[in-house]
């Protein structure tokens, strides 16, 4: 047995282990053996047991064997781990490493278990006298207690060299390889907002290896927000976010190379802020900074990956030069109030979570230049239901960053899409037809009453063949305005004048 990890029913005889891991040309070797003891945390232990994933366990344990290898330049070394019933007294886990010096050896034998503790999936009970501790994870146990020797805490293990970035797994795609790598460690990445969609989204990025990440942010850190940011934890409430996760992408990956905004973006400064790199990705809550990023976006020709996240319901956008950007939607910023946030409308973390690693994967798509890039393309994703909308985008006419005088205008240059009523009953008497196009759930927990309402759930407005009834004109209706616009546009853009949209949705209406 020389360079294994290996699981085994019957005791171990270190002796026999010893005499494999025996190198005429290694001065050094060392050895650990864990027994199973008579008393854990004041309990008397009457035996032990041990289960272990053996496919997975073993594959992890050679890999551990094989880093140990490498990093430590030791020559030889192995690891039994015994699984099944186990009495007191009996040999639990040895591990041994033979090198030219102790030193190595004695380094090499201390990761090796250490790495088998925290990363092998193997599992124990411990049985006492008045029960057992029933199947825990032997990392769990590593974590929670210190190992004692003589009575005193043991040492704390010599530092480690810290470890080199590894690219292998993503490297090894044939679209990315060596030459995409150094593609990525060239380019620059602006997060603007690192909350629930920028804290995936920076984390990839770090962890892909982009050469520099900017994060703007002005926000401090608060208890609510941590169930969808758990790049943070609770003892950090009250300091900047900016720094926080700067802190922990530079652990998470030391070669990129993180610069903090501690501002809020805005008209003023936002082309300051995305001068300097290559793709910006926006993860804030607020329609005012996403247009105003937009804005400089397109002056800059700067590619920007856009979301947005309403209950369970998320959006994803890409604005490229020379293509639609979200004005071509949403003219003008909705008025405070009418879209709820966060904090206002409730949201489950993996919401925000989806939504800000699809910003990453759509990031390393534009700047490794990949296949399936989102164009021209507003995606809707309902989580509950794990329904997605596809509305194809378009630069519109009335765009004050486009105004292309050759784009079909489905409707008159001075005629808004976005309507405002007081009340459904103000625009049923102005002869609108009302399409609510909410989902059937939400429709459900607040449904429309006061007046007629023809129900079409947009995914069946848009892609499920789904006819609007005769009308002259029609008015669509969401919870806070943006699905109905989206879809308003995109039926326009098939023809179907004179339909629009409620501004704000019902959320306007109290």
């Not at 040492?155 to 593609?183: F, I, K, N, T, W």
């Not at 409730?346 to 230049?369: F, H, I, Y």
């Not at 008497?429 to 909410?438: F, H, K, P, Q, S």
Request: a neutral charge.
């Amino acid at each position: 047995m020389v360079n294994t990890f290996q699981f085994s029913l019957e005791p171990i005889d270190p002796s026999a282990l010893r005499a494999a891991l025996a190198n005429p040309a290694c001065g050094g070797y060392a050895s650990f053996e864990g027994w199973v003891r008579d008393c854990n945390a004041g309990r008397e232990v009457r035996r032990l047991e041990y289960e272990a994933f053996e496919a997975l366990a073993v594959k992890e344990g050679e890999r551990i064997i094989a880093e140990a290898i490498e990093r430590f330049g030791i020559a030889r070394a192995a690891c039994v781990h015994r699984l099944g019933t186990l009495g007191i007294g009996e040999l639990a886990v040895w591990v041994g490493a033979s090198a030219p010096h102790r030193h190595e050896a004695f380094l090499a034998c201390r990761y090796i278990i250490d790495a088998v503790k925290h990363r092998v999936p193997v599992w124990k009970k411990e049985h006492y006298r008045e029960g057992d501790s029933g199947w825990v994870n032997c990392e769990r146990c590593a974590s929670e207690a210190p190992e004692m020797h003589g009575g005193t805490e043991a040492h704390a293990p010599p530092a480690l060299a810290p470890a080199a970035p590894d690219y292998s797994r993503q490297s090894a795609l044939r679209e990315v390889g060596a030459a995409g790598q150094a593609r990525l460690g060239a380019s620059r990445a602006l997060i603007v907002g690192c909350g629930g969609l920028g804290v995936p989204a920076m984390s990839y990025l770090a962890g892909a290896g982009i050469g520099r990440l900017g994060l703007v942010d002005a926000d401090l850190l608060e208890a609510s927000n941590l169930h969808r940011q758990p790049l943070y934890a609770l003892r950090d409430c009250g300091r900047q976010k900016v720094e926080l996760a700067a802190e922990r992408l530079r652990a998470l990956n030391p070669a990129v190379d993180v610069r903090t905004y501690p501002v809020r973006l805005d008209a003023d400064n936002a082309a300051g802020l995305v001068a300097d790199y290559d793709v910006i990705i926006e993860c804030t809550d607020n329609i005012a900074t996403k247009l105003a990023l937009n804005d400089a976006c397109i002056r800059a020709g700067k590619p920007a990956v856009f979301a947005s996240v309403y209950q369970y319901e998320g959006q994803l956008q890409i604005v490229q030069p020379g293509g639609p950007c979200l004005r071509c939607l949403w003219p003008e910023a909705v008025r405070d109030g009418l879209v709820g946030n966060c904090a206002a409308a409730g949201v489950l973390g993996p919401v925000p979570g989806t939504l800000g690693t699809l910003q990453a994967l759509e990031a390393l798509k534009l700047l490794l230049d990949l296949p399936g890039q989102l164009t021209e393309t507003l995606l809707i994703f309902d989580l509950l239901t794990l329904n997605i909308s596809r509305i194809r985008t378009r630069r519109s006419p009335q765009c004050p960053r486009h105004a292309l005088a050759g784009d079909r205008a489905p409707f008159a240059a001075n005629e808004s899409v976005e309507l405002e009523f007081e009340s459904l009953h103000e625009a049923s008497a102005a002869g609108y037809l009302i399409v609510d196009i909410r989902e059937r759930r939400e429709q459900a927990l607040r449904p429309v009453a006061e007046v007629p309402v023809h129900s079409i759930p947009m995914n069946e407005l848009l892609h499920g063949g789904a006819a609007l009834p005769p009308a002259s004109k029609y008015l669509l209706v969401c919870a806070a305005g943006a699905r109905s616009l989206a879809a308003a546009h995109e039926l326009r853009a098939r023809g179907r004048a004179p339909i629009f949209s409620l501004r704000g949705g019902l959320a306007a209406l109290g």
